[in-house]
C-alpha cells in the first residue's frame, strides 16, 4: 500500500514538473519548430525599417525568418537599417519577392541581397538599383563606388554571384526568377510559402554567425502583426501625403504669423512636423514636440476656458505624439498575439472612455466656474417677512426663495416685504423696506 502511494506522488511530481516546465520560458526558447513572417509592401520609408527592426531583434526561438516584399524601392537610409537587422538577426532570414508579378527594385534588391536565402515567386523582377537623389538617377563616383562594394560584400557573404549583384548598380539590370537564378543570384523559385518552406527545408545558408542548415517541415508560421504606429508612419511616408502636408502647413503658418489670433500659426507648424515625419526626420523629437503642443492646447483650454477645440486637439495631438514615441517592448514577447491584439483594443476602447469622461467633467467643471457667483450673504437683497418680528428679535423670512432666519432691526409684520441689511453671528440683519422717493 505504501508503495502504490509512493508511486502515485512520484508520478504526480513529475506531471507537475512537465506542466510547470511547458509554461517557462526556457520552453518557448526551446521551441524552434516556428517560422515568423514579416511583410513589406510599398515604399521603404521609416514605418518599414521600424517594424523590421523590431521583430528582428530577438528571432532566438525562431527557425527562421520569411520576409516577403514587393516594393519599387525607397529611402536609402531606411534600407540600411533593415540590411543592418537582417544582418545581425540570430535566426536566418529568408527574403522572398512575392507575390506572383511583384517585384523588389531598387532598395528591394538590396534587401534581398542582404538575406540569408534568397527566392522569389514567378513572374517577379529584381533589379534598377542605381541610385536615385533628388529624383534623378545619380552617376556620382563615390555614391555608386560605394552601393558597388555593398552589393559584392552581401553576395560574397551569402555565396552569391558578385559581379551581377553589381551589375545591378553599375548597368541597371533587371532580372525575372529564372534569370536569376540562372545568375546565381538566388537560391529558389517558389509559387507561394508552403512551396518554399518544402524547397528550403534542409537547406544550408550563410549568415553572420556561420553556416546554419534549416529544418523547416511542419513549422508553425507566426505573422508578425505591424501595428496602429505602422499604418501612421506608413501613411505619413507617402511621398505625396508629406509633401502636401508640408507645402500647405508652410503656406498656413505664413497667413497665420501674417494674420495672428485665429490659430492658424498653430496648425501650420502641426502639419510641417507630420510632413516632416514622412520625409523620415526623428520620431522621438516630433512625438515630443506634438505632446507638447497637445499640453499647451489643454493648458490654454483650462486657463482660458470655452474653446472646446482646443481641449479636443490638444488630446488628439498628445495621443499622436504617444503613438510616435511608444514603440513595441524589444525582444520576445511570450504570450499568443491574439491576446496582444485584444488587449491593445481594450486598451484604446478604455483610453476613449475614460478621455470622454474626462472631458465631461472638464467640461462641467469649466461650465461651473465660468458661472455668475452669488454672495452668501445677500447683501441688499428684499424678501417677505413669514411672520411678526418685534425689533430686536429672531424670525424668519423668505428671500430668494429660500427660508432664513434673521434679526430685525425695527418691528416687522407679517407679509411685509423686507431688506437685508447685514450679518450678525450667521444671522441676517433685516429692516423693512422703504421704497426710493
Known amino acids: ?49 521600424e517594424y523590421v527592426q523590431i521583430y528582428l531583434e530577438d528571432t532566438r526561438r525562431f527557425e527562421a525568418v520569411i520576409i516577403t516584399i514587393n516594393t519599387y524601392g525607397g529611402l536609402g537610409d531606411s534600407m540600411f537599417q533593415i540590411i543592418d537587422a537582417i544582418t545581425y538577426s540570430e535566426a536566418p532570414v529568408i527574403v522572398y519577392v512575392y507575390p506572383e508579378g511583384g517585384q523588389a527594385l531598387s532598395a528591394g534588391t538590396y534587401i534581398l541581397m542582404a538575406s540569408s536565402l534568397a527566392a522569389m515567386s514567378p513572374y517577379t523582377i529584381i533589379g534598377s538599383a ?43 539590370d533587371n532580372l525575372g526568377p529564372e534569370e536569376a537564378l540562372k545568375r546565381g543570384v538566388i537560391e529558389i523559385i517558389a509559387k507561394d510559402i508552403p512551396e518554399l518552406l518544402q524547397k528550403a527545408d534542409g537547406m544550408t545558408v550563410k549568415t553572420l554567425r556561420g553556416e546554419k542548415t534549416l529544418h523547416l517541415s511542419n513549422v508553425e508560421i507566426i505573422r508578425a502583426d505591424p501595428g496602429l504606429r505602422y499604418h501612421l508612419l506608413s501613411f505619413l511616408s507617402d511621398p505625396l501625403v508629406s509633401g502636401l502636408l508640408l507645402s500647405l502647413g508652410i503656406l498656413i503658418l505664413i497667413v497665420g504669423l501674417s494674420s495672428p489670433g485665429f490659430g492658424a500659426e498653430l496648425v501650420g507648424g502641426i502639419m510641417i512636423i507630420l510632413g516632416l515625419i514622412g520625409q523620415g526626420f526623428n520620431l522621438n523629437w516630433a512625438g515630443l514636440a506634438l505632446i507638447i503642443l497637445g499640453s499647451v492646447l489643454v493648458l490654454y483650454e483650462f486657463y482660458s476656458g470655452g474653446v472646446v477645440i482646443a481641449l479636443l486637439s490638444g488630446v488628439v495631438l498628445m495621443g499622436l505624439g504617444m503613438i510616435l514615441i511608444v514603440r513595441a517592448p524589444p525582444g520576445v514577447v511570450y504570450v499568443a498575439q491574439e491576446w496582444l491584439d485584444q488587449l491593445m483594443s ?20 469649466l461650465k461651473t466656474i465660468r458661472k455668475k457667483t ?64
Not at 502515485?8 to 519548430?33: C, G, H, R, W
Open 130 to 172: 542605381q541610385p536615385v537623389v533628388n529624383g534623378v538617377p545619380s552617376n556620382d563616383t563615390k555614391l555608386i563606388n560605394f552601393l558597388v562594394e555593398k552589393m559584392h560584400t552581401l553576395a560574397r557573404m551569402h555565396g552569391r554571384n558578385e559581379t551581377q549583384a553589381a551589375r545591378f548598380v553599375t548597368h541597371n
Open 374 to 437: 452669488y454672495s452668501l450673504i445677500p447683501i441688499a437683497e428684499t424678501g417677505r417677512a413669514v411672520e411678526d418680528i418685534p425689533a430686536g428679535q429672531e424670525g424668519y423670512v423668505i428671500i430668494a426663495g429660500e427660508y432664513r432666519k434673521v434679526i430685525a432691526q425695527s418691528d416687522i409684520k407679517q407679509n411685509q416685504r423686507v431688506k437685508v441689511v447685514g450679518q450678525k453671528n450667521n444671522y441676517l440683519i433685516v429692516e423693512p423696506y422703504r421704497e426710493q422717493s
Open 1 to 49: 500500500m505504501k508503495s502504490k502511494f509512493s508511486a502515485t506522488v512520484k508520478t504526480l511530481f513529475l506531471l507537475l514538473l512537465l506542466s510547470i516546465s511547458s509554461l517557462s520560458p526556457v520552453a518557448a526558447l526551446s521551441d524552434a519548430n516556428k517560422v515568423l513572417l514579416l511583410e513589406i509592401e510599398g515604399k521603404i520609408g521609416p514605418s518599414v525599417a
Open 346 to 365: 481594450i486598451i484604446i476602447i478604455v483610453a476613449i472612455g475614460s478621455g470622454a469622461v474626462f472631458s465631461f467633467i472638464l467640461l462641467k467643471g
